[in-house]
């Protein structure tokens, strides 16, 4: 990370609140960077982020969707870097309201960066999607030129939010790269429906951790400071190495079924394995990792963590807060 860059750098996260954002955030007060934040929840109990970091940064608790709001914001700050992270993410909420999903992740997408558009202000815009973007392939692991063909609500909302950001580079050349991440894991993840944090609290309170799935559903796990360093380095190049109209794909590329990531946890936990197998997941996709060699060799980024260091961590996070 170069701090001489950002100091001093206006810079606005969208979704600055939620699990990446509140560690992304961190990072950018770390280096003296004017963040200016804005989430759909602001100041809530459940988030990294300190009293003393909010003193920091101009916060607005405004919805991405919100057109006229989040213009006026963009209007007054100027930010040259944009971090736009705000979504829904949780698929089994997505399941269930397909609308809301729609309006936060694909109309929330286009009124960024169309506002961004307007403005001409930013130099770098960073766009979080997802593995989920891909859809189900038969080739695995995904490269970042298959084809983006989700099928279920968060994944479409994921594939459109995608096509969306590469049209606005296509045809307006702004300056946009998008990033496809594997599942994310890491201190600040307080969404106890996703199964790192479900299966770590399970264990710390010698819970029975139920399996919604078969057990055998096939992910990559990626820690969450490699992610932040994936996107600073993205933002960082992104004019120097002509990056705009590239996505990026970030994962260990070392594909994990449930059963593996949830006997590793309960292993570095040292607690006795006690699982319970569901079998009832639905509107899932089976089989998904990535291959992160684009961003190997045009970012030259590689892992800082190994996923067991990275899961050590987690756990000893997870127990300062619980226990």
Not at 5 to 27: A, Q
Not at 126 to 136: F, I, M, R, W
Request: with cysteine; proline share 3%; charged share 25%.
């Amino acid at each position: 990370m170069n701090a001489q860059f950002w100091k001093g750098k206006r810079v606005l996260i969208t979704g600055f609140e939620g699990f990446l954002g509140s560690n992304l955030t961190r990072r950018m007060i770390s280096c003296g960077a004017r963040v200016v934040g804005i989430d759909i929840l602001v100041n809530r109990k459940e988030t990294i982020l300190e009293k003393d970091d909010y003193k920091k940064i101009s916060v607005f608790n405004d919805d991405v969707s919100h057109y006229g709001k989040i213009k006026r914001i963009v209007s007054r700050f100027q930010p040259e870097i944009v971090f736009h992270l705000a979504a829904e993410a949780i698929v089994g909420r997505c399941n269930t309201n397909p609308l809301r999903t729609f309006t936060s992740n694909i109309e929330g997408t286009w009124n960024v960066i169309e506002i961004l558009r307007q403005e001409s202000c930013a130099k770098a815009i960073v766009v979080a999607s997802s593995d989920k973007a891909y859809g189900s392939h038969k080739i695995l692991p995904y490269k970042e030129d298959a084809s983006l063909s989700g099928n279920y609500p968060y994944d479409v909302s994921k594939s459109c939010a995608d096509l969306i950001a590469y049209m606005y580079h296509k045809t307006y050349k702004l300056p946009v790269v998008v990033t496809r991440c594997g599942n994310i894991f890491g201190p600040g993840d307080y969404s106890f429906s996703r199964l790192v944090p479900d299966a770590i609290r399970c264990c710390l309170s010698n819970k029975t951790f139920s399996i919604r799935s078969d057990g055998k559903f096939t992910r990559d796990y990626v820690f969450i400071d490699d992610i932040i360093d994936g996107f600073i380095t993205i933002a960082e190049r992104l004019q120097k190495n002509k990056l705009s109209g590239n996505a990026f794909n970030f994962s260990y590329e070392d594909p994990l079924t449930v059963f593996d990531i949830v006997k590793k946890i309960y292993l570095l936990s040292n607690v006795k394995q006690n699982i319970k197998v569901l079998n009832e997941a639905k509107y899932e996709i089976k089989y998904q990792y990535l291959s992160s060699i684009t961003a190997r060799k045009m970012l030259a980024w590689k892992p800082r963590y190994t996923l067991e260091q990275g899961l050590r961590k987690t756990i000893a996070w997870y127990k300062n807060i619980l226990c």
